[in-house]
């Protein structure tokens, strides 16, 4: 049976009630002959409810089985206080679900011989090298994907309100030296004896991609994920133009919204490789079928080498190491307990889940322009138990 209870919490979360968004519900789903009627209703039914129990503004969800959609839905608005209803391919943001990107985008490289899941930070940054503190030399591309490299789990105040950047170049320059002054000074904790879930791993993660191909980290996660997968909503930071905007607490009661074009709508670019990807439901759960198929070895997107090193968890460091992959942990969302491919994101504005099972070879893809995070992930995680209990018995 799924426990949410033991979902980790993979973001600092402020549990606090938030105003439900007023205004109509509103729901839609596709209607042909690929529809799984038991599905659909529990979409239609129950998004509604989680809108109204977990104080969300807007909600939305698709289920993807064999590469088709058989049952979306959405309810809400795309801003608070306006008549702005949830439409069918609108754009979230995806939050920490960004980090797998980033692994498939370094599997890629793999494949290319562009570097090694095992070479070391002093391998892919010679150049660099000498000036790292000696214990960082020596970790691993899988330890930064695993969060196994001794890494902190954010960097501070000094990068995390750098948010105005010009131009790629601009950025670029500020996520470099942002990783240099990390790699300078000693790991937060032995490399290889913890496990810390580290938005700072995997920003240097992808700058160690960048170092080897002299492509920005955006650029190559266009040409090795977004292209190459046909996610043509999928982009960086919060969405623009019609899309949903994220809400945030103001004085710990209040939400407000926030304009997308504003610097404060998301966390410093710095570091995306760690969680500012954008993508439409649909583009989510395309991204989750592409996973599960590379699982099966049924896709030449990745080898099978590299995908074992993807979806496989390092031998446990203690009781409390989750089985945590490259941007994947294996959950258990089913009566039967068996587990699947999942992740969450937030950037503490948005929320996303999905969840990629393979014994049905579905993918569920939720998310939510904000409201309490723990009820969100409750609701989205039990509706996914009761689909995937349909799925069994069909």
């Known amino acids: 049976m799924m426990n949410l209870s033991k979902i980790p919490k993979l973001i600092p979360l402020i549990f606090i009630a938030t105003l439900s968004a007023k205004g109509p ?10 529809t799984n009627a038991n599905l659909q209703k529990l979409m239609d039914d129950r998004l509604p409810q989680i809108l109204q129990d977990a104080g969300q503004i ?11 959609i058989i049952a979306e839905a959405h309810s809400g608005l795309k801003r608070k206080d306006t008549e702005l209803s949830i439409g069918a391919n609108d754009v979230w943001h995806i939050g920490s679900i960004t980090k797998s990107i980033t692994a498939t985008m370094i599997g890629r490289l793999a494949d290319q011989g562009k570097l090694n899941l095992s070479d ?43 948010r105005d950047f010009e131009n790629q170049a601009e950025l670029d320059s500020a996520r470099q030296e942002a990783v240099l002054s990390i790699l300078q000074k000693a790991p937060e904790t032995t490399p290889g004896t913890n496990f810390e879930y580290s938005n700072v791993g995997y920003t240097i993660a992808g700058q160690l991609a960048v170092q080897q191909t002299g492509k920005s980290w955006e650029q190559l996660v266009r040409e090795e994920v977004f292209k190459p ?28 919204a926030m ?39 049924t896709s030449d997107y990745i080898s099978a080498e590299t995908a074992k090193s993807l979806h496989t968890p390092p031998q446990q460091i203690n009781e409390n190491h989750p089985p945590y992959a490259a941007g994947w942990i294996w959950m258990s969302f089913s009566e039967d307990e068996r587990l699947s491919l999942f992740h969450n994101g937030s ?6 889940f999905l969840v990629n099972d393979p ?36």
């Open 120 to 162: 070391s930070i002093a391998d892919l940054w010679p150049e660099e090298a000498e000036n790292f503190d000696p214990a960082w030399r020596t970790v691993t591309m899988s330890q930064l994907l695993h969060h196994t490299s001794g890494a902190k789990a954010n960097f501070g105040l000094k990068v995390l309100t750098n």
């Open 259 to 297: 304009d997308p074009t504003s610097s404060n709508a998301d966390n410093s670019a710095i570091m995306g490789p760690a969680g500012i990807v954008h993508m439409s439901l649909a583009d989510l759960a395309k991204y989750g079928q592409a996973h599960l198929a590379i699982e099966a070895g």
């Open 58 to 68: 807007g909600n939305g969800g698709v289920v993807m089985q064999n590469g088709t």
């Open 347 to 352: 950037n503490t504005m948005w929320y996303a």
């Open 229 to 256: 997968l046909n996610l043509t909503s999928a982009g960086f930071g919060p969405p623009q133009g019609q899309n949903p905007w994220g809400h945030a607490k103001k004085l710990m009661v209040l939400t407000q």
């Open 25 to 34: 519900l509103m729901s839609a789903h596709a209607q042909d002959q690929n």
């Open 359 to 394: 014994k049905t070879n579905a993918s569920f893809a939720f998310a939510t322009n904000i409201g309490n995070i723990k009820r969100s992930e409750f609701g989205f995680g039990k509706l996914t138990h009761d689909m995937l209990g349909e799925l069994d018995q069909q």
